[in-house]
């Protein structure tokens, strides 16, 4: 997409799976140089010039499990809190989250959203999947570990694959809307990639299935970690020779097909559009900017 960045992707950290599979070496990193990404529960905390607040370890919970992000340019190593309160919590994105998403430069952004679907997977996964045992935090966070050693079984943070799709139509676009969206807004069509199912399937079947829409060429445009709380989209464009629409509304309140200048309008912000664009940090909105790019 044109060297384009979008949100959440590009960290400079370096993971160093070296380092993060060494205790010693692990432990070597958390001294006074260390940084500590400063969270409230799973939102970003920002510092007076409008990034990511950072402290020591000093000032992390005693009671904390500390996770590894990763190193500096300079090798400081980062590490952020599994607070003793978010165990078992659930914490969906706020308004206070995305106001402060739009202060965040790029690298912040990167940071922040890994750090954010690692922590709040360590909160949700206390007990074993296998067994039911309670697990402990192995290579810097990467991994957690039964701790019944009957069992030993290790868990890895995962990442669920949601392909997210244009459908065009000689030179139109399928765009729809959930309940949930602010008034006027459309987005692209997205779903989760099923066991056994390959992205394309994915598309085919999530589109047919939302919108009555038979689709073929799928071609893969972009990608974009999101972590609310831990997905992969896939950004795809598809072509379909027959428009009619069969909206099933258990999933979408509406879906809607908008010529090239409609889409352009919205993306403009113009007040005029028929619709209001997704928002800058979405890899929905990169979709629609490529699209009109072409």
Known sequence: MNGTTIAFAGSALDRADHVRSDPEKLAGLMNWRARLLRLDGLDPVISRDGGLD??????????????????????????????????????????????????????????????????????????????????????????????????????????????????????????????????????ALAGFVEPGESIEGAVAREVQEEAGVVVRDVTYVASQPWPFPSSLMIGCHSLTDDPTLTVDTTELEEARWFTCAEVRAALDGDEAAPFIAPPPHAVARHLLEWWIAR
């Open 54 to 187: 950072w402290g020591t370890l000093a000032d992390a919970d005693p009671q904390a499990e500390l996770v590894f992000l990763g190193l500096t340019e300079d090798g400081r190593g980062c590490f952020a809190e599994v607070a003793p309160r978010l165990v078992g919590s659930v914490a969906p994105p706020n308004p206070r989250l995305w106001q402060a998403m739009t202060m965040l430069g790029s690298q912040d952004l990167a940071i922040y959203g890994g750090a954010r679907s690692l922590v709040d997977w360590h909160a949700r996964h206390r007990f074993c999947a296998r067994c039911g045992q309670a697990t402990a935090l192995a290579k810097g966070g990467w991994q957690r570990s039964c701790t019944n050693a009957a069992c030993k079984a290790e868990h890895f943070p995962r990442v669920d694959p949601v392909t997210i799709m244009l459908v065009e139509h000689q030179g139109n676009l399928l765009l729809g809307r959930q309940p949930r969206f602010p008034p006027r807004r459309f987005s």
